[in-house]
């Protein structure tokens, strides 16, 4: 599995940098301004991908962007919009697939409290190559109706299930957690899902002792997370189930607004902010960069920089908490410019 890169003090380190699309290029300028006043070290190698391609170049993944993520091993990623119609595919799911990054990481800690949920600190390791997301799909007709049934086929590999718990286990032993939460549906998707969960229990019992164990049926882990989140600590999934809960845990903090994502491959890993383009703010200056921002602490992380990564989260917590410095969809006043400026003031 892939481990986090170490990396020394005054290394620098190549990087892919994608504005992407809507208020892609206003948080990424954000956010590389910031991590520039931190001295992070990494030396971006800007290219386009998304609306902004497809206008450019003609196509939204260019050849050209693909190969600089070859050569880097190492992005970070604005918000991406696929075109609609003429057959284009999901961006992210190609990149996803060219890349093989086969963990979708989505920690999601409370950073403004006072909501209906505080003190939440849960980490969502979702599968990303199979499951639904992979599936053959096709109708079938009947009579006059070419579209009678719809039918999709998903699959679920020994190999990927054993790579992809794995890897959560050894992200809570790297991280001090104390459980790993199997979620599945193998009481109904007894050979899908139930795979999954034969699989992670195999591989937790590798860990017995060190890393404790449980799991549950996917309805019941949603219901308990809206009762009682507390009781989780790192769930690891399937990839239709991980898309599902790692938004409803992102509502637990405030929304997508403050979920960072990270895509973790063998040979390469990209970092992104959760939420979409959102273009009907593009442009005004609103936007929150905070997301995207905290998908970089977990990049400083993964290249072993967890110095400066902590340095950033502390800087975050002091503007947005002890500050209270807040773009209006957290409830304050201030736009990007504002937020960006009172942060790089903490880093600096």
């Not at 075109?83 to 190609?94: A, E, R, Y």
């Not at 905070?290 to 072993?304: F, P, R, W």
Request: hydrophobic fraction near 45%; charge should be negative; aromatic fraction near 6%.
């Amino acid at each position: 599995m892939t481990q986090p890169h170490a990396t020394r003090s005054g290394e620098t380190i190549p990087a892919t940098l994608i504005p992407g699309d809507g208020i892609g290029p206003e948080i990424v300028d954000s956010v590389v301004e910031i991590l520039d006043a931190l001295g992070a070290p990494f030396v971006w190698d800007r290219q386009l991908a998304g609306m902004a391609a497809l206008q450019e170049t003609g196509d939204p993944l260019p050849l050209k962007t693909l190969d600089s993520i070859r050569r880097t091993g190492l992005a970070l990623k604005g918000p991406l919009t696929t075109p609609v119609g003429g057959g284009f595919k999901s961006i992210n799911v190609t990149l996803r697939q060219e890349f093989e990054l086969y963990a979708n990481l989505r920690p999601a800690r409370t950073l403004i409290p006072g909501g209906r949920f505080d003190n939440i600190d849960i980490v969502l390791v979702r599968e990303n190559l199979e499951g639904f997301y992979a599936a053959m799909e096709h109708y079938m007709p009947i009579g006059h109706d070419p579209k009678a049934v719809a039918i999709s086929s998903g699959f679920n590999t020994r190999t990927e299930c054993r790579r992809i718990v794995r890897y959560a286990f050894d992200y809570a032993l790297r991280n001090g957690r104390k459980k790993v939460t199997i979620v599945h549906k193998a009481n109904i998707l007894k050979a899908l899902t139930g795979l999954f969960l034969d699989v992670g229990r195999e591989v937790a019992a590798e860990y017995e002792g060190r890393i404790a164990m449980n799991d549950r049926i996917v309805d019941a882990c949603a219901m308990q997370l809206v009762l009682d989140p507390w009781q989780y600590d790192v769930i690891v999934t399937t990839n239709l189930f991980g898309d599902i809960l790692s938004d409803l845990i992102a509502g637990l903090i405030g929304g997508l607004g403050m979920a960072p994502g990270a895509n973790i491959g063998t040979d390469c890993a990209i970092f992104e902010a959760v939420h979409g383009s959102a273009p009907d703010i593009a442009g005004r200056g609103v936007a929150n960069p905070l997301a995207l921002l905290l998908a970089a602490e977990i990049m400083l992380q993964h290249v072993g920089r967890g110095d400066l990564a902590n340095r950033l989260s502390a800087a975050i917590n002091e503007t947005v908490l002890v500050a209270g410095i807040r773009t209006r969809d957290l409830g304050g006043d201030a736009d990007t410019a504002g937020l960006t400026a009172a942060i790089r003031q903490r880093v600096a």
